[in-house]
């Protein structure tokens, strides 16, 4: 069962453009993880976000988190190519860090 | 800076023949994680250390095995690989208290070929 859902599952857009990327689940997350993988490396932690309705802001990055805390939004202003890679949700669910299936995203100039 | 390692970066082995892949980490974190990672897909755990006891997900194959013989190292034994296990395979740890509790720190990873 997939606790996390994620969308959409690629976008392949222009640089400059803006794009979000939705993280849900029927399972309330005490904190919800994002992180970034370039291909040929391992994951990279972008943020952590704890309490429900918390926004945080990395850059041209903004990340949500739902007041329920089931679900979190990555939003990014005016993409540019180093954007591009797989990005991973991960709720925590106990002790156990479970991630959704990301969503690769190209951008090109 | 503290980080974590893992050996060899790139692995090419024959059907059944055994892998051992390393891992070693400096931040002192008392769990440590296998990860497989297929083609762009999520990372799916096979089993983790909290210290020396060991955690096997239901659904990983007899095929993989572990060793955590200090709190620094861990390994990923494969023991007969088939074509199906040709993946990424991740090493991450975390502290499981503390600020960033629970937060991974991953390797680089380390990818199997399987001939």
């Known amino acids: ?5 994620q969308s959409p599952q690629f976008l392949s857009i222009q640089e400059g453009e803006n794009l979000t990327v939705y993280c849900n689940s029927s399972s309330v997350f005490s904190s919800l993880q994002w992180y970034r993988q370039e291909p040929g490396e391992g994951p990279v932690l972008l943020v952590t976000v704890v309490t429900g309705g918390e926004v945080k802001k990395l850059k041209r990055l903004t990340f949500q988190f739902g007041d329920a805390r089931k679900d979190s ?3 990014i202003t005016a993409a540019q190519t180093g954007d591009t890679g797989l990005y991973l949700c991960a709720g925590l669910y106990g002790n156990k860090l479970v991630f959704g299936a990301g969503t690769i995203l190209r951008v090109k100039s | ?3 974590v390692i893992q050996n060899p970066r790139y692995q090419v082995t ?4 055994p892998v051992t892949l390393s891992c070693s980490q ?3 974190h008392n769990v440590m994680y296998w990860y497989q990672q297929k083609s762009s897909q999520a990372p799916k755990l096979l089993f983790h250390y909290y210290d020396k006891d060991f955690n096997n997900e239901a659904d990983t194959p007899d095929n993989f095995q572990s060793r955590r013989p ?4 861990c390994f990923l034994d494969i023991r007969s690989p088939g074509l199906g296990d040709a993946a990424m395979y991740l090493c991450a740890t975390s502290s499981r208290t503390g ?3 629970n937060v991974l720190t991953f390797g680089a ?3 199997l070929t399987v001939l």
């Open chain 2, 109 to 111: 990873g380390s990818r």
């Open chain 1, 73 to 75: 939004s990555l939003h």
């Open chain 2, 26 to 28: 400096t931040l002192n």
């Open chain 2, 1 to 3: 800076d503290a980080m």
């Open chain 2, 14 to 17: 024959q059907f059944g023949k």
């Open chain 2, 70 to 73: 200090n709190t620094s190292f």
């Open chain 1, 1 to 5: 069962t997939q606790l996390l859902e």
């Open chain 2, 99 to 101: 600020p960033g509790a």
